[in-house]
C-alpha cells in the first residue's frame, strides 16, 4: 500500500456518506468549453468569504471519463455502479466548512458530458454555462503553438464526446488536423451544452464570455444572485477589478475585453484561412445531424 493512500470499497464509501446530514443546499457548478475565461469568472465568483471555491477537481474528470466507457467492453463500472460513484461524489463535493458556504466547483472542460447527470441530481442544483463563439475559439486557440500541444492531449476525449453526440463514427484521431481537433472539440461541448439548457432550462445560466466582458462586474453579480450568494453592495465591482488586473498572463498588464480582441484580431490577421476552413468544417459537420443545427447560433 502506498503511504498516505488507503483503498475504499463504494460500498464503503456509501455506508460512511449516510452518517452524514445532507447539506442545506448543494454546491453549484461552472461547467465550460475551455480556454473561454472560466478561471476569471471562477476567481470572480470567490469574492465572499460565503464562496467556497473548488476549481476542476479530479473525480469529476475520472466519472466524466468512465461515463463515456460505459457499456462497452473497456468499463470498469456498470451503469449502476457508475451511477452510485456520482451520487456519492456529488454528496461529498457538496460538503463545506461551515453550513453558511457554498461551493462553487468549476468542472474541466473535459467534464461537459455529465453536465444533466450533475442537473439532474438535485432540483436546486445551479450551473454557469461558459463558452465563447466558435469564430473566437479558433482564433483563440491557434493564437499560441502551445495551446496546440493542449489540443492534442485532449483530442481522444474530444473526438469520443462527437461520436456520442452525433452517432457518427466515420472520424479517425490519426487524421484530424489542429483545426478540425478545435472544432470537433467545440461542437462536442456546446451540443451538451444545448441538450442541457432544454432539458433543465430553469437550472442554468448560458454565458458568452464576450458578453460576459462587456460588463463584467454586473454579469458576475448576476452569477452571484442565480447561485443564492449573497453579497455588499459595490463589492463585486472592486473585488473584480482586481482579479482582472492580475489575470493576464503577464501580470503588470491589467486584463480587460479590450485586450483580449486586440490578441484575438492579431490571430485572425495570422491565421485567416485556418480559422475560415474551421468555420466551413463546422457548416460540413452540423448539416450531417438535423438535432446539431441549433449550435449555428454560435458559430
Known sequence: MIKGFFPVSLEELEHEL??????????????????????????????????????????????????????????????????RLMDASLRMLDRRFRPDQLPVIKANSECNNICETVLASHPERRAVLLYSPLESYLAGMLRYKDKQGDIRFQSRARLEEWQLVSGSSDLNLSELSVVELIVIAWMGNMARFSKAMKRFPEQVMP???????????????????????????????????KISEQYSKDPKLPYSARTREVALDASRSDNAALISRGLRIAEQLVATKHELSALKTWF
Request: proline share 8%; net charge negative; charged share 20%.
Open 18 to 83: 449516510e452518517k452524514v446530514p445532507l447539506e442545506p443546499s448543494p454546491a453549484a457548478y461552472v461547467f465550460q468549453i475551455g480556454h473561454c475565461g472560466s478561471t476569471l469568472v471562477s476567481r470572480a465568483l470567490a469574492f465572499s468569504p460565503l464562496t467556497l471555491p473548488l476549481r476542476e477537481p479530479q473525480v469529476l474528470k475520472t466519472l466524466a471519463s468512465s461515463q463515456r466507457e460505459l457499456g462497452s467492453t473497456l468499463s470498469w463500472l456498470s451503469h449502476g455502479d457508475w451511477q
Open 207 to 241: 454565458s458568452n464570455f464576450e458578453d460576459y466582458l462587456s460588463r463584467p462586474a454586473e454579469t458576475t453579480e448576476e452569477m452571484a444572485g442565480f447561485f443564492g450568494l449573497e453579497y455588499r453592495e459595490g463589492q463585486i465591482p472592486g473585488h473584480y477589478q
